[in-house]
């Protein structure tokens, strides 16, 4: 089954909508050098986050510069998963991953020249569409087929993300089959500010694409 993840949630009553909408993961954006609408503060965050309901995955999205930077904040947010874009080497990740009580998501581009060296760093990896300075919320699409050739040569849970909406989301899924969808811009009413129907619509589409791919053997 696909997984969903919803990123950039701000309010508490958008955290709301997602969960009733059926996603597996909510992303709270903290602690990240570029300008965003999504991002929250330390206390704002650790409020998200622990009103996150059982079952449903907690995810603190960052851009460290340093091990020690991101374990702390890790240490205040208290996520079931931290995702790190951009920032620390593999090694780096992978001295993190030991430091932190939490799963590990490490972020690239789909032409990254290292993609096996940050898989094995971490417990999955995301392949986005980012900025020049390594940030994400972009809302553009990548090569779908260099992501699918990713999904099946890396034994890593593959998460696809950049450019998703409720319209394409159905052919990402049965495309590339990532273990995992993730969505920012392409579901916001405006900057920061989810749109409680294109979530709901988000869901739908991945979850249906996912059954139509299996019923068809893909
Ligand atoms: O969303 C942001 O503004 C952002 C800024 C800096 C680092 C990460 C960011 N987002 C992380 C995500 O996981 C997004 O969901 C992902 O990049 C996809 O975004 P979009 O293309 O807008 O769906």
Same mark, same amino acid.
Request: aromatic fraction near 0%; avoid cysteine.
């Given at each position: 089954m696909t997984r969903v993840k919803v990123c950039g949630i701000t309010r508490r009553e958008d955290r709301e909508a997602v969960v009733a909408a059926g996603a597996d993961a909510i992303g709270v954006i903290n602690g990240v050098s570029v300008d965003t609408p999504r991002e929250v503060d330390d206390e704002t965050a650790a409020a998200l986050v622990a009103g996150v309901p059982p079952l449903v995955t907690s995810v603190l999205v960052t851009m460290p510069e340093a091990v020690q930077s991101v374990a702390r904040r890790v240490e205040t947010v208290q996520p079931d998963v931290v995702q790190v874009h951009d920032g620390l080497t593999p090694t780096q990740l992978g001295a993190l991953r030991r430091r932190v009580d939490a799963q590990l998501v490490a972020v690239v581009d789909a032409?990254? +020249?290292e993609i096996e060296a940050y898989a094995d760093a971490a417990d999955a990896l995301l392949v986005d569409s980012v900025d +020049? #300075? /390594? /940030? $994400?919320?972009?809302g553009e699409t990548h090569d779908w087929d260099r992501t699918r050739e990713i999904v099946d040569t890396l034994d890593a849970p593959v998460v696809l993300a950049g450019g998703l909406t409720p319209k394409n989301v159905g052919d990402a899924v049965g495309t590339v089959r990532p273990f995992g969808v993730d969505v920012a811009? $392409? %579901? #916001? +009413? #405006? $900057? $920061? %500010?989810?749109?409680h129907d294109a979530v709901r619509a988000f869901v739908q589409q991945a979850k249906r694409a996912d059954a139509a791919a299996v019923e068809a053997g893909r």
């Open positions: 032409e990254h +020249a +020049a #300075e /390594g /940030g $994400g919320g972009t811009s $392409g %579901v #916001e +009413a #405006e $900057g $920061g %500010v989810k749109d």
